[in-house]
């Protein structure tokens, strides 16, 4: 079959299942379900809102929408609201089960009147209108924070979200005063229609390190003993890989897994049972299950379900399903079980053991609810009691929604074969014109957003622009000094007389002209993109490296492949993976200047090694990336920089081996200690003067790469590494880890940035600079001397930090800066400040960062 049909019919088939797929009752996804439920909208009627009291007619419940000033401007209780006295409460009914993630408050403005709000409050829910529930979060604490005056709206993540149809906000004070409320909930509906599942209680796995992983639900909101509630299986949160990793920050190993031992329970299986809203047409059921077989965990071999209808007894003909069990991929992963359409209001079903251990993150149902009257009511609606009529005909809106994607199938395939096979002519006129060019000129393409530079090896000419469309939405109006990025084409300049070789990554070092000791402060155009592994940059390269590109003298050597002992997977990307390796005779690859992490004590012991692969399908371009990367870090050579040691490049997977430090990146790291604890106490401490100490040698390393005018781009605590005696390494292995997925921002489904610790002229101009890596570094700082608590603007929406960096755009002093830790120092805390001036020219360079935090040392 020719090249363009075959891809044409692929694109087909993609386009179909996805609309298949969109036909379809998907899991829940917390991050998407985000939706206003009616309260500002006016979606959700009065008479389905309502309060344990009111002040007046004017202050009802039914004006406690959120950014409404109708009525006297908000909803008031009648008297003050006293410290623990929750008996006060603003309800609302949604009529219909509804999956809640975010709540938004705000307290009585009335147009500069009202100054009354709730500076805490709490959250209670029920499915059914009789059985009440405090909501708490992952930690066990109930109180959220509300607002601190009438006017602003202080959004609310719920984490783990809530599965209600009434709601309660419940005013709370530490003294007595008048509050007042406006609220939102925000969500969608929960199309699942479960009301609650009963198991046997999450058991312990006791590591043969003695780490104890604790697979409890822990977010339960039934009884004990885990009845008639939901918890972790309907969170919308799928584990990872490796059970003993969560998606969280700061939780226990284990915690997005329920778990169950063999042994523990009677029959070789562990019995779930699921109750509905209602009678439901059944399709399939989705578990979500780990198989880390290596550590004794497997997916159920076989699953019986047995249902029921109303309060009948259970049906004797149950569905039973036989699993073909993986024992080569240990990845977790989605069961689909197929119920075959059996009608029924209640499911109870037995998952048999394969191994040891069973683990579910989640369970998911999918049913037809167009069998009923009242499949179609919308949320505002009452809800009336249904049963099923087997004269009713399916809706076959499912049909019409494919028969349309079909018909958009079709204009959409014809589009892309005319736009190949244009794209087929013009490749053909202009391949002649493209190898006289690449003669004299070398194109590269740099990192979003679509910024391009041309290099010209044999001379200094004229520059001229391109224009491309930026990759990043304006999400708020700029002022009239904002200045669109532009897309220059730049020439490699010519040396002049008075630069020299530095002998260091091949760089020519500029004359003092250009800058204090020889060295551009910022240098921001002249770099190459290198993709590497996963997907995103490594370092930015600056533009006189090009000699490095070409080959010369890579003082790397190539290393026996059988000789790496693959211990785990620390991550993946678009490209290839990383893996953690042990490997013995290591030390014969080092300089002999270098002292490799481990080898100083143990020359003949195993090491460990970070080992990056490049799949072996990955196409030309990662592959010339991935070489060029590796004649790059060939070159870096400093204490605070992870070194390359070896190369596997005669045959494939193309392999790169760098230095890994034995206690893991410094997030892990400073997260498992606290600042100071009782003598007796188990968790490690760690001084000021150690935090101090890490954080100069990141500030040295990034001097190191300053001088050089690399651009790093993704600077955090994920991204070093920490060795024996808190040596700091700076790496480059935080995006390709699913551990720090929540780091990262995707920006119109294409880029994956760290918005969290970038620069403003970063998100909002593309500018990546030493300057901008400065930022990130105040950033880091602030991360070292929490102790890697929380994450950078935690109490922030993805989007609020965008628009936060508007605000340093306009510089009118609202803009929001990170908290001083309780660790730090004034003289510390004002440094990070400093990284987080709104111009560029004001930032210290890493020069004067790493000179500051030596002589904080002095003045201890």
């Known amino acids: 079959m020719p090249a363009l049909p075959r891809a044409a019919l692929l694109l087909l088939l993609l386009l179909l299942l996805l609309c298949i797929l969109l036909a379809a009752r998907a899991q829940v996804n917390p991050a998407v379900c985000r939706y206003p439920l009616g309260m500002s909208g006016g ?36 008297i003050p609201v006293e410290p623990d006295d929750l008996k006060e409460f603003l309800q609302i009914d949604l009529r219909a089960l509804h999956f809640i993630t975010l709540v938004g408050t705000q307290g009585r403005h009335a147009g500069g009147h009202g100054n009354e709000f709730a500076p805490m409050y709490k959250i209670n829910y029920s499915r059914d209108g009789t059985r009440w529930i405090s909501w708490r979060n992952r930690h066990g604490k109930q109180v959220l924070d509300g607002n601190s005056n009438p006017y602003d709206i202080v959004l609310k ?178 069961v689909t079980v197929p119920l075959l359409h059996r009608m029924a209001s209640a499911i109870k079903c037995q998952y048999y053991f394969a191994d040891t251990w069973m683990m579910f993150s989640e369970i998911t149902f999918q049913s037809d609810a167009a069998m009923y009257n009242n499949s179609a009511v919308p949320p505002e ?78 001379r200094s000419s004229s520059s001229s622009e391109h224009e491309s469309n930026s990759t990043y939405d304006r ?16 020439k490699l300049p010519e040396f002049t007389a008075g630069e020299e070789d530095t002998g260091c990554s091949g ?19 002249e770099i190459v993109n290198l993709q590497g592994v996963t997907g995103g940059n490594t370092y930015s390269v600056p533009a006189l490296t090009m000699d490095l590109l070409s080959g010369k003298d890579v003082a790397v050597e190539e290393f026996p492949r059988k000789l790496l002992t693959f211990k785990e997977k620390l ?12 490997v013995e005779g290591m030390e014969k690859f080092a300089d002999k200047e270098f002292t490799l992490e481990g080898l100083d004590a143990s020359p003949n012991c195993p090491v460990l090694v970070a080992v990056k692969m490049l799949r072996a399908d990955a196409n030309k371009n ?98 070093c590494l920490v060795g024996k005696r808190y040596t700091i390494k700076i790496a480059d292995f935080g995006m390709s880890r699913n551990l720090y997925s929540g780091d990262y921002y995707r920006i119109q489904g294409r880029a994956v940035l760290p918005i969290r610790w ?32 929380e994450q950078p603007y935690s109490q922030l929406s993805d989007e609020q930090v965008i628009e936060n960096t508007g605000e340093f755009f306009r510089d009118q002093g609202r803009q929001t800066y990170l908290p001083k830790p309780a660790l730090c120092p004034d003289s510390v805390y004002k440094l990070m400040l400093s990284c987080w001036r709104r111009d560029t020219k004001d930032r210290p360079s890493f020069q004067d960062l790493h000179r500051q935090l030596q002589e904080a040392a002095t003045e201890e």
């Open 381 to 458: 609606m009452p809800m009336a009691p249904t049963t099923y009529d087997p004269t009713l005909k399916m809706d076959d809106s499912n049909t019409r929604i494919l028969i349309g994607c079909l018909v958009a199938i079709i204009f959409i395939l014809v589009a892309i074969i005319v736009i190949i096979l244009w794209r087929q002519f013009w490749q053909k006129m202009l391949e002649k014109a493209s190898r006289r060019m690449l003669d004299d000129e070398m194109t590269v393409s740099l990192s979003l957003p679509s910024e391009s530079s041309m290099f010209n090896h044999n």
């Open 475 to 490: 999400i708020f109006p700029l002022g009239p000094d904002y200045q669109e990025p532009s897309r220059l084409i730049r």
């Open 622 to 719: 990662a592959r010339n990336d991935f070489l060029k990367e590796i004649k790059i870090m060939s070159r870096l050579k400093d204490p605070n920089i992870i070194r390359l040691l070896a190369v596997c490049i005669t045959d494939d997977p193309l392999c790169m081996i760098t230095e890994y430090m034995e206690n893991g990146d410094l997030n892990q790291f400073l997260s498992r200690h606290e600042a100071q604890s009782p003598p007796d106490a188990q968790v490690p401490t760690i001084s000021y003067s150690d935090l101090r100490f890490m954080a100069t040698q990141i500030a040295s390393g990034m001097k190191y790469l300053s001088s050089l005018n690399f651009v790093h781009r993704d600077l955090a605590t994920r991204n």
């Open 507 to 525: 760089l020519v070092k500029p004359s003092p002209a250009s800058g204090p000791e020889g060295v551009p402060h910022y240098a921001e155009a």
């Open 758 to 789: 970038m620069s403003w002229e970063s998100i909002l101009l593309g500018k990546f600079t030493t300057a901008s890596d400065v930022w990130a570094f105040g950033v880091t700082l602030w991360e070292t001397f929490t102790l890697c608590r």
């Open 157 to 334: 993540d719920l984490e783990p979200p809530l599965i209600a149809r009434f709601v309660r906000f419940i005013p709370v004070t530490d003294h007595s005063m008048n509050v007042c409320l406006r609220v939102e909930l925000y969500g969608c509906a929960w199309l699942d229609g479960l009301v609650s599942y009963s198991a046997p209680a999450g058991q312990q796995l006791v590591l043969p390190s003695g780490t104890v992983i604790y697979l409890n639900d822990s977010v339960y909101d039934g009884a004990f003993g885990m009845t008639e509630g939901l918890g972790q299986l309907t969170d919308g949160v799928s584990g990872l890989d490796d059970f003993t990793q969560t998606h969280e920050y700061h939780v226990w190993p284990g915690y997005d897994y329920v778990g169950w031992r063999n042994e523990s329970t009677a029959g070789g299986y562990v019995e779930i049972t699921f109750e509905f809203d209602r009678i439901r047409n059944f399709t399939t059921m989705k578990v979500h299950c780990n198989n880390m077989f290596a550590k004794g965990v497997k997916i159920f071999k076989e699953v019986q379900c047995y249902f029921r209808s109303d309060a009948n007894e259970w049906e004797p003909n149950a569905i039973s399903s036989v699993l073909v069990l993986d024992d080569v991929n240990p990845s977790a992963r989605f």
């Open 571 to 582: 991550g993946e990307g678009q490209f290839g993976e990383v893996h953690l390796c042990e």
């Open 43 to 78: 979606h959700i009627p009065d008479e389905d809102i309502s309060a344990s009291s009111q002040w007046s007619e004017s202050t009802a419940a039914k004006y406690g929408r959120l950014d409404s000033e109708e009525g006297d401007g908000a909803w008031c209780p009648e």
